[in-house]
Antibody, heavy 126, light 109 residues
Framework: QVQLQESGPGLVKPSETLSLTCAVS?????????WGWIRQPPGKGLEWIGS???????YYNPSLKSRVTISVDTSKNQFSLKLSSVTAADTAVYYC???????????????????WGQGTLVTVSS | SSELTQDPAVSVALGQTVRITCQGD??????ASWYQQKPGQAPVLVIY???NRPSGIPDRFSGSSSGNTASLTITGAQAEDEADYYC????????????FGGGTKLTVL
């Protein structure tokens, strides 16, 4: 059973860097899949931040790309998020999730997040 | 702004059928996936691909797609189905970007 758990400070000051870690159990990151970060501001919808493959290849949301770094530590079976120069607009619940994707028999690609962490609220405030 | 468009709110009478839609150009090339989110909880995947349900998801949930529109149908809605529903897919720009719809609040009357 795949389980993910986010951890990190719940309060970050404006202009500083938000750092979160997602510990994975029940599956070895080295075995494959992309691993992603998604956030949800209070009362709003979901926003994909970015994803990383076990090899270290990364893809980021263009709207956040200049401030985001996602890394993976296969020895600890975890991956991490850093978001720099945060403002109040970065206040959100941050989720980590395993990103599954494949082509089906009709040739269409499907991508989905089946396994999610419980989420952690990060507040940006002085 | 979201490149997948969903109606902000939909309501359904208990036991009736409801369809929640998701529109976007990316859906001409990629399947949508659907998530249910209840207050204070992480999203739960309910449908992925053409019409696949993860283990444990009731068969009253089904998915379909036509052109640039994907649909999530709940046949015989239950009180516990009241939640926010989000669609997502790969973006069609070719850069592995993932997009989510803005979400639909489902009320079961």
């Amino acid at each position: 059973q795949v389980q993910l758990q986010e951890s990190g400070p719940g309060l970050v000051k404006p202009s500083e860097t938000l750092s979160l870690t997602c510990a994975v159990s029940g599956y070895s990151i080295s075995s494959g899949y992309y691993w992603g970060w998604i956030r949800q501001p209070p009362g709003k919808g979901l926003e994909w931040i970015g994803s990383i493959y076990h090899s270290g290849s990364t893809y980021y949301n263009p709207s956040l790309k200049s401030r985001v770094t996602i890394s993976v530590d296969t020895s600890k079976n975890q991956f991490s998020l850093k978001l720099s120069s945060v403002t109040a607009a970065d206040t959100a619940v941050y989720y980590c999730a395993r990103q599954d994707g494949h082509y089906d028999s009709s040739g269409y690609y499907v991508e989905y997040f089946q396994h999610w962490g419980q989420g952690t609220l990060v507040t940006v405030s002085s | 702004s979201s490149e997948l468009t969903q109606d902000p709110a939909v309501s359904v009478a208990l036991g009736q059928t409801v369809r929640i839609t998701c529109q976007g150009d990316s859906l001409r090339s990629y399947y949508a996936s659907w998530y249910q989110q209840k207050p204070g909880q992480a999203p739960v995947l309910v449908i992925y691909g053409k019409n696949n349900r993860p283990s444990g998801i009731p068969d009253r949930f089904s998915g379909s797609s036509s052109g640039n529109t994907a649909s999530l149908t709940i046949t015989g809605a239950q009180a516990e189905d009241e939640a926010d529903y989000y669609c997502n897919s790969r973006d069609s720009s070719g850069n592995h970007r993932v997009v989510f719809g803005g979400g639909t609040k489902l009320t079961v009357l």
